[in-house]
């Protein structure tokens, strides 16, 4: 991982989870670990109404490399315009704000990366995000290979630390996917919410990831383990042993979500409070 701010920004924390049983062949508890913050981005360090800070994010622009909707069949443009993407001042503190908008017959909104900046190998990862609302919306919290320039996907991997379906507020989903494990045979998990919904309030997304296994949480629970053991099980590779970047978009339409808008009330607006990573002292 390369960052100006790693040197300045070192704590340790604890964290001990009871998880939920999926598996005969997996752990039913979670071990005490010791985490290291060695990069964080809270979004109050630049002037509300800026672009996000360029020593942390790049941008993906358009419609794709293949002009395709980012293989997903996507409806929106990504740009760098303050209208889809800027920093924003709520009650004095610093957000991250993107933002789908219907322009015309169009929709644009923005996606941002840590690509070549901050790439980590196993760790834990986080943000903490409220969501969108509405038909055809599909903010993602995410992470690709870092090789994936000289090894396509899905061989790069990916890490999908939070996906959501805009009509359904109480859920969100994580996924991987990998060599044969891609698409609709990807490895996923559903996460419920009991009489409350994502949209209405900030949730904290999280993974832990090491050399055996990936761990997705919601709000400190931990609601699915992908292991090496079960990913090699079901014909996939172990591609989770290298450095990943993180990924931040807002989405219109596409394979995960369906093709209609009907009922959405543009524009609708992903905030991110802060996002961080953190690796294991041992």
Request: some cysteine; overall charge negative.
């Amino acid at each position: 991982m390369t960052s100006n701010k790693i040197n300045s920004m070192k704590y340790v924390f604890f964290l001990g989870i009871i998880a939920v049983t999926w598996s005969c062949n997996d752990s039913t508890e979670i071990k005490k670990k010791t985490w290291e913050l060695v990069w964080q981005d809270d979004f109050n360090t630049i002037l509300a109404d800026s672009l996000p800070n360029s020593a942390n994010w790049k941008f993906d622009i358009g419609k794709g490399p293949n002009n395709d909707g980012w293989g997903n069949a996507e409806w929106q443009t990504y740009t760098n315009n303050t209208n889809n993407i800027k920093l924003d001042k709520i009650d004095g503190e610093g957000f991250l704000k993107i933002s789908a908008r219907q322009e015309g017959s169009n929709y644009t909104s923005a996606r941002i990366k840590t690509m070549g900046l901050i790439e980590q190998k196993y760790g834990r990862f986080e943000a903490r995000i409220k969501l969108p609302y509405g038909p055809g919306i599909w903010p993602a919290f995410w992470m690709l290979g870092a090789n994936i320039e000289t090894t396509a996907w899905p061989a790069c991997g990916e890490i999908d630390i939070m996906e959501y379906k805009g009509q359904e507020p109480d859920k969100i989903h994580g996924t991987l996917h990998g060599p044969v494990l891609y698409g609709g045979n990807a490895i996923t998990q559903t996460y419920s919410l009991t009489n409350a919904r994502f949209d209405t309030d900030f949730h904290l997304f999280a993974v832990e990831w090491d050399e055996n296994a990936i761990d997705f949480f919601a709000d400190q629970v931990l609601y699915k383990r992908i292991s090496k053991q079960e990913v090699v099980s079901k014909g996939g590779n172990w591609v989770y042993d290298q450095p990943f970047f993180l990924i931040f978009n807002l989405a219109v339409c596409g394979n995960f979500v369906g093709t209609t808008v009907a009922g959405t009330v543009f524009p609708q607006t992903m905030l991110v409070d802060y996002v961080k990573v953190y690796r294991e002292l041992k």
